[in-house]
């Protein structure tokens, strides 16, 4: 243990778009503001990222190491040496790191400096290339404890990573309560919806197959004909969701909300009836457990792993438009069944709150410096 109570982590992420790992890192560096146990160091190694600003305005301790996404390179060995400079004038306890560009510049910055390393493993995923497969495996050498947000993300690490056979530690994701107790936004006031609403959040990428979700929503409004999707999220595949809006004949009854700050998102899931995630691969989302904190059922994919902790409020769809769509008419078509998954929703919410994840997390790096 450090010869002071307080023990300095350096979180290295990548960098910090919109997404679920940078609303943890959010949540997680502000309830660190004030606690004496831990001080958070932020190191954002392309110094890019659409939340950046917000970690900024909010007094999170971040330090921008570069300040392009060309640095996030493998061969860049320069971001190397600047992440290992960082962390020496840091001196941190733990090094803490995040995806596998956080993950590669974190673990080799931290050779030879006497640093314990966390890797966080959170999502399922398998890196499409040989080298970056080899990469993660051969940099199991120097980590020391994995994280994973999930027992399928356990199996990532067990096949994907930990060549080392280092110690491994499920810790389910978590949120602040108090971020979610907000007003829902009025959606016929902004959008013109004036029926059941089913809400998606996330990067538009094709992982998150939001243009099945689209295609889904066409079939669900046979049968609902006031149903309405708000997807809340930006990204590259924007316009090609646009388009197919269109061409679906969905109109106005489909809207694309764009991106929206930390504080904005749960006025969109208050104002929601259901949440739909029918993803490719997920980790354990963070925006499930914040819809699970605001009473809302989730239609979700079998490839998302929060049904370990919220089996009891969502129905399993495939990846495929009929199934998804089935599902989601299964649940706007019986409102009796959607209250009782709210009122368990609210129920099994209550044990993934950040104040719990705080304690646990803080035993973690208790227990890997002893």
Sequence with gaps: MPKSNTIRVAYVVGGLPFGGVENWLYDLGIA???????????????????????????????????????????????????????????????VHTLQFSGDYFGRLAALGLGLPVITHIRNVKSERTFRRRMINKLLSFQTDLY????????????KEHNLAHRPMQVLYNAVEPSKLNVPPHDFSAMFGLNGPVVVGVGRLVEQKNFDKLLQAMALVRR???????????????????????????????AVLAGYRPNSEVPRFLRASTLLAMPSDYEGLPVTHVEAMFCGLPAVISDHVPSIEIAADCSLVCSTEVESIAARLTELLTDPGRCRRMSARACELAGQYTMDNYVKQLKDVYRGLLK
Excluded at 43 to 56: A, M, Y
Excluded at 77 to 87: D, E, H, I, K, N
Excluded at 147 to 158: D, F, K, M, N
Excluded at 224 to 239: H, N, S
Aim: proline letters at 5%.
């Design 32 to 94: 660190f503001q004030d606690d004496p146990d831990v001080e958070a160091h932020i190191i954002n190694v392309s110094g890019t990222g659409r939340k950046t600003p917000e970690f900024f305005e909010a007094g999170l301790n971040v330090i921008c190491v570069c300040d392009s996404k060309n640095a996030l390179k493998t061969q860049r060995l320069s971001t190397v040496g600047r992440v290992r400079a960082q962390l020496r004038r840091i001196r941190p306890h733990i």
């Design 147 to 158: 994280l994973s947000v999930s027992r399928a993300a356990l199996g990532t690490i067990r």
């Design 223 to 253: 049968e609902v004909p006031d149903a309405g999707l708000v997807i809340v999220g930006d990204g590259p595949l924007r316009q090609d969701l646009e388009q197919l809006k269109e061409r679906l004949g969905l109109g106005g009854n």
